[in-house]
T-cell receptor
Framework: DAGITQSPRHKVTETGTPVTLRCHQT?????MYWYRQDPGHGLRLIHY???????DKGEVSDGYSVSRSKTEDFLLTLESATSSQTSVYFC?????????????FGEGSWLTVV | AQTVTQSQPEMSVQEAETVTLSCTYD???????LFWYKQPPSRQMILVIR??????QNATENRFSVNFQKAAKSFSLKISDSQLGDAAMYFC????????????FGEGTQLTVNP
């Protein structure tokens, strides 16, 4: 198994509160990604990082911010959580040396916004 | 933008039989990779098979094989000798340099294996 740890694994929070999800890797991979998974949509990219302090937006980035101050950690923050952000969040990592390299996924974080 | 479409939300197969899951994609690029991921009820994402766009030979991994039709932009997954453990959600995914090297996923196909 790829060394990816997501925390927390489960969280229930109230609308309007800030939430931070953490992804920690032990593989020293350059690329890290945050996806969300919702029924009927597969996995959709929120943000990704191609190095320390280098991040870019994905297709569903509104309402989310990210930070990467160390190679091993990629944080996803919901500044003011909304019910539409109830989802399962997956972190993924990849070493970019060829597109065929495997992207490894964490086990997911279940977030419920009430 | 690249898009990936899986037109079969649900499929079922009898144990030991063969099933084919469909995937089509839209791109103007010539260099890319295609993937099939399996997601069992545990929600873990497991890579099943990958295909390089520049290779004409279809990828094979044990009971899993693909039918890659580049001109038609089609990438189907064939599972032979289906087993109960194959029951899962299957996602087709696309990756290229111009998409930021990230994966773009289809909506998924839920596969049921009947004993």
């Amino acid at each position: 198994d790829a060394g990816i740890t997501q925390s927390p694994r489960h969280k229930v929070t109230e609308t309007g509160t800030p939430v931070t999800l953490r992804c920690h890797q032990t593989e020293n991979h350059r690329y890290m990604y945050w996806y969300r998974q919702d029924p009927g949509h597969g996995l959709r990219l929120i943000h990704y990082s191609y190095g320390v302090k280098d991040t870019d937006k994905g297709e569903v980035s509104d309402g989310y911010s990210v930070s990467r101050s160390k190679t091993e950690d990629f944080l996803l923050t919901l500044e003011s959580a909304t019910s539409s952000q109830t989802s399962v969040y997956f972190c993924a990592i990849s070493e970019l040396q060829g597109l065929g390299n495997t992207i490894y996924f964490g086990e997911g974080s279940w977030l419920t916004v009430v | 933008a690249q898009t990936v479409t899986q037109s079969q939300p649900e499929m079922s197969v009898q144990e030991a039989e063969t099933v084919t899951l469909s995937c089509t994609y839209d791109t103007s690029e010539s260099d890319y990779y295609l993937f099939w991921y399996k997601q069992p009820p545990s929600r873990q994402m497991i890579l099943v098979i990958r295909q390089e766009a520049y290779k004409q030979q279809n990828a094979t991994e044990n009971r899993f094989s693909v039918n890659f039709q580049k001109a038609a932009k089609s990438f189907s997954l064939k599972i032979s000798d289906s087993q109960l453990g194959d029951a899962a959600m299957y996602f087709c995914a696309y990756r290229s340099e111009t998409s930021g090297s990230r994966l773009t996923f289809g909506e998924g196909t839920q596969l049921t294996v009947n004993p």
